[in-house]
């Protein structure tokens, strides 16, 4: 008997590095898995380890209405050809264009998971048009999922797709943490320390993600420097790919006496040893489907700063597991970093009720588990 075949879609391979390796892993026992992303997008991570075929198609991030032609002609194609059991997709634009374009190739079973909606930071034209996009590839799948539950309530909120169509898999997120993984690792803090010239007594926050304007990573520049100037030992490191080349903007927007404790490294092959060597993370998003980062510093035991926006709102339980701050709101997340930075006691507590939460609830194992059993019953039937 032939396995079923399944279509994967994303954008970059970024999205299936750190969110998508295990459930391809286990969806190859049973399924023949095809993954299609551009690779010319984020070319440096490798996923060809994985027992999956990848097909190249042009799919852009942004809105380029070439591209995005030519991209859903290439999926009409490919879904026409191979006669796909299932279409899966991952990201915005992806999720588009193959909703539409299996919809048209008669593909029984489109599922889409929404991780995050881009039109949530927007405003004008942009946000109705990138909102009627996301609606549009709702009504196209067969399927909807969502990695929070704060997420399905704003999913529903905004008139996407009702409450009852949206699914969410035990407490959230798209893989949660691999609790062998991240622990903390008082060598690799060390090591960390030293590699990067921190003093080891120094107070270290920590942004883990895409460098970005949707990540507020400008926001966290702003707070960073008020409280780097009344804590002489404050650093803050930001680590992740930088896909709208703000490094130097960013550097500019703060007085250059403070650069030497502002550090970018770039993409992280193991960002667990980063977050050993940080005291705590911030993550001042204006959009997130979940905010794993969040969760994978936690189980560390190191807790967050965030927004309090959908997502996040599943991820850091506000003064429990970390602290919750409003959108634009730049004097309480410069009196929040502040407390975290000053009060050990409430930092090391929430660590620890975090650390505690992750690993009860997000093990990878399990989580991973649970999307495989539904993929595997969507295709039963």
């Not at 299609?36 to 997008?41: A, D, E, G």
């Not at 007594?201 to 966290?220: N, P, Q, S, W, Y």
């Amino acid at each position: 008997m032939s396995k079923p075949k399944i279509c994967i879609i994303t954008a970059t391979p970024l999205t299936i590095h750190f969110f998508f390796r295990e459930h391809l892993k286990l969806m190859a026992q049973w399924a023949d898995v095809t993954v299609v992303f551009n690779k010319k997008l984020n070319a440096g991570i490798d996923v060809s380890d994985l027992p999956i075929t990848i097909k190249h198609i042009h799919i852009m991030r942004k809105i380029s209405l070439f591209w995005d032609v030519l991209s859903l002609v290439s999926l009409i194609r490919l879904f026409s050809l191979q006669n796909y059991d299932m279409v899966m997709s991952l990201t915005p634009k992806a999720g588009l264009l193959s909703m539409l374009a299996a919809k048209l190739a008669s593909i029984g079973v489109r599922l889409h998971i929404f991780q995050g909606e881009v039109w949530a930071s927007k405003t004008g034209i942009m946000r109705v048009l990138l909102k009627a996009a996301d609606k549009a590839t709702a009504r196209l799948a067969t399927n909807i999922m969502a990695v929070s539950r704060s997420q399905r309530l704003f999913l529903e909120t905004n008139r996407i797709a009702a409450k009852e169509c949206i699914k969410v898999l035990g407490e959230g997120s798209i893989s949660g943490v691999d609790i062998n993984k991240f622990k903390l690792n008082l060598r690799a803090r060390k090591c960390e320390r030293l590699k990067h010239q921190i003093p080891d007594d120094a107070l270290v926050a920590l942004f883990l993600g895409r460098i970005t304007r949707d990540k507020g990573v400008f926001e966290l520049l702003a707070a960073f420097s008020v409280v780097a100037r009344e804590i002489n030992d404050f650093w803050l490191v930001l680590a992740g790919p930088d896909e709208e080349g703000l490094t130097d903007i960013l550097y500019s927007s703060v007085d250059s006496d403070l650069h030497d404790r502002i550090l970018f490294t770039g993409f992280q092959l193991a960002p667990e040893n980063l977050i050993s060597a940080a005291d705590f993370l911030c993550l001042l998003s204006f959009r997130e489907g979940f905010g794993l980062c969040a969760l994978e510093a936690a189980t560390c035991g190191v807790p967050a700063l965030g927004t309090d926006i959908p997502g996040l709102r599943d991820a850091i339980i506000n003064n429990k597991t970390g602290v919750l701050v409003p959108l634009n709101d730049p004097q309480l997340t410069v009196c929040a970093m502040r407390e975290l930075a000053l009060n050990t006691t409430f930092r090391l507590e929430l660590g620890a009720a975090g650390k505690a939460r992750a690993r009860a609830n997000f093990d990878a194992k399990s989580v991973v588990k649970a999307y495989d059993r539904e993929f595997c019953n969507l295709i039963d039937g």
